[in-house]
């Protein structure tokens, strides 16, 4: 239509009768009506429903921690290497300045003392230490510091799950009681020694085990030799009269035993077994073996803010005249910091199964020794069982070549001119990348995982940069102990077992273990979370975003070889009991 040829006539130009109206048109503006899709259904929303089935089906994970580092500095040792000796905690200040002042060429005097307690702390704080860390006049220091690796220095920090069982894993332990030692492969079982034998014609033969050795009474072994072609013995009793000996002590009953078999001090191994009619009742034993889910760049640790805990840290005011390059400081001899752990990536547990091929029920805040400032060697790997002293010194287990780890390290050459080194420290792990962990037993039949003992690493000083001033063993050396894998629940599998006998599948989970024994498939369920049982198991942690926010707090202990600090990992003091008579 052309706007401009369109002509409006008034009403009273038509014909005589009519006359000028005004017409408007009214438009409403409410919708009168909506477009309907086939099978359209109303309903009501729950929102705590909808909550709780978007909990349930999440597989995502952002976990984080807080760790508690403690650190007591034990061992003093001695190097001529100026950079370190310029930075140590002073134990003979004044022998040694003497013996400087006097000495033809006083660059080649030994002082005496410990590391700063910087070197074992999860931020280092010494960016600005002369002839250290930054130059001294001229002189170039030990490395350059690089504030924003000033978390990375001294450990990596990883999140980890259990993956696969290595049971060939060669293993080596000595019983702090008896003295006795075994070297024995980790699927054999757990070693014993006869204490009290048959021929001591006694009513119980008594055997001594390094470890605790989960068993209870009426439980049957199936020990590493056989009497008469018998190879199973039931447990008659545990302990031998001594504080906490039923971990440690089981007996079997002295039916008129002849010949060598059970006689005092013979050795074995033994596995457990519920049921010595069915071969599906005995226990496998193996190292737990665990997968790194993370890559280093990937963590983020910070210290905590306005916390302070009970332990205090020891410091001293270095005096010019008593330290080797004439410059008054403060040294720092223990430490004891609170840092958070956090991760920048996403955990998807979706198509994760732990060692046991099950859906997974931890991960792991998983530590571990880097040493880049090169005071240490190359880790050494054990168990806790490895830990106690030998006669006074370090067990042989940490001098054979087994106890080496199979992880990577890397040598270095220092900034000093000229040159010093190699330096030695731990490469970098990626995602991927596996490690060992706890010595564990499992059984089929109950579907249940034991810790029988952790997994530790030890560190060591390289002698050609600090040398210890104790320990006869020079290939032998006193360290630190360590426990790098801290576990946190996920999920939890139920305390009963569920048992289904069918002639077809029905909702068993792939997980399940037929067993011949109950003639049906054994399982565990896993709890809802949260949900808690009776005995207060269960996870109820923050679920936002579709992202559940696991958390938990743990004690990081740097342990020196020899002390008795060595604790359960306690989070929650228990009350003491009450009764009438206290």
């Not at 009619?277 to 073996?289: A, D, H, V």
């Not at 920048?344 to 991960?363: A, C, F, H, Y």
């Not at 009776?534 to 996870?539: A, N, P």
Request: glycine letters at 6%; hydrophobic letters at 30%; aromatic letters at 18%.
């Amino acid at each position: 239509m052309n706007i401009d040829q369109t002509k409006i006539i008034l009403g009273s130009q038509k014909n005589q009768v009519s006359v000028d109206v005004d017409t408007t048109v009214d438009i409403s503006l409410q919708q009168q009506h909506k477009e309907l899709f086939e099978f359209d259904r109303s309903v009501d929303v729950d929102l705590a429903l909808v909550y709780d089935n978007e909990r349930q089906k999440s597989t995502t994970f952002r976990p984080s921690a807080k760790f508690t580092l403690l650190f007591e500095n034990s061992y003093t040792g001695s190097t001529k290497y100026t950079p370190f000796k310029n930075n140590l905690y002073y134990t003979n200040a004044i022998q040694n300045q003497i013996t400087q002042i006097t000495a033809a060429t006083p660059s080649n005097i030994f002082w005496d003392g410990l590391p700063q307690a910087w070197e074992f702390d999860f931020i280092r704080d010494d960016n600005n230490a002369s002839g250290y860390t930054i130059n001294s006049g001229v002189t170039s220091p030990h490395l350059y510091f690089v504030n924003k690796s000033a978390t990375t220095y001294n450990w990596m920090y990883y999140l980890t799950y259990p993956y696969e069982n290595e049971p060939n894993k060669l293993m080596y332990v000595i019983d702090d009681i008896t003295n006795a030692s075994w070297s024995w492969t980790a699927s054999d079982g757990i070693p014993y020694i006869i204490t009290r034998g048959s021929d001591l014609l006694l009513r119980e033969v008594e055997f001594r085990c390094p470890m605790k050795h989960g068993l209870s009474q009426y439980d049957f072994v199936k020990l590493s030799t056989n009497y008469d072609g018998e190879e199973y013995f039931q447990v008659s009793s545990l302990g031998d009269g001594g504080f906490d000996s039923e971990e440690y002590v089981f007996n079997i009953s002295n039916v008129g035993y002849t010949g060598t078999t059970f006689l005092t001090n013979n050795q074995g191994t033994f596995k457990r077994i519920i049921n010595p009619e069915n071969p599906e009742t005995i226990s496998q034993y193996y190292i737990r073996k665990h997968k790194i889910l993370t890559n280093l760049e990937d963590a983020i640790v910070n210290k905590t803010g306005f916390e302070e805990n009970i332990y205090n840290g020891k410091y001293k005011k270095e005096l010019a005249v008593l330290t080797p390059n004439g410059v008054d400081r403060i040294s720092v001899k223990d430490i004891s910091r609170t840092y958070n752990l956090s991760f920048n990536t996403d955990v998807d547990i979706s198509e994760l199964l732990d060692n046991q091929k099950r859906p997974l029920s931890k991960l792991y805040f998983t530590v571990l020794w880097k040493g880049y400032f090169g005071w240490t060697n190359k880790l050494k790997e054990g168990w806790e069982f490895n830990q106690p002293l030998y006669l006074g010194q370090p067990n042989p287990w940490w001098a054979i070549s087994a106890s080496q780890t199979p992880y990577t390290t890397t040598s270095y050459f220092s900034n000093t001119s000229p040159s010093q080194g190699p330096f030695i420290y731990t490469n970098n792990f990626v995602s991927g990348n596996t490690i060992y962990g706890d010595y564990c037993e499992w059984n089929d039949y109950e579907q249940l995982e034991r810790e029988i003992s952790r997994y530790n690493h030890k560190i060591t000083f390289n002698p050609s940069w600090f040398d210890l001033k104790f320990g006869t063993n020079p290939n032998n050396k006193f360290g630190y102990f360590y426990f790098p894998h801290y576990p946190l629940t996920i999920k939890v599998f139920s305390t009963y077992i569920e048992t289904y006998v069918t002639d077809g599948i029905y909702k068993i989970p792939s997980y399940s273990f037929f067993s011949d024994l109950s003639n049906g498939f054994l399982w565990r369920d896993i709890y809802d979370y949260g949900f808690f049982d009776d005995l207060g198991r269960g996870v109820d942690y923050p679920f936002v975003n579709d992202a559940h926010y696991p958390y938990d707090n743990y004690v990081f202990r740097i342990i020196p070889e020899g002390s008795n600090i060595n604790f359960p990992n306690i989070t929650t003091i228990v009350e003491p009991t009450v009764d009438e008579c206290e």
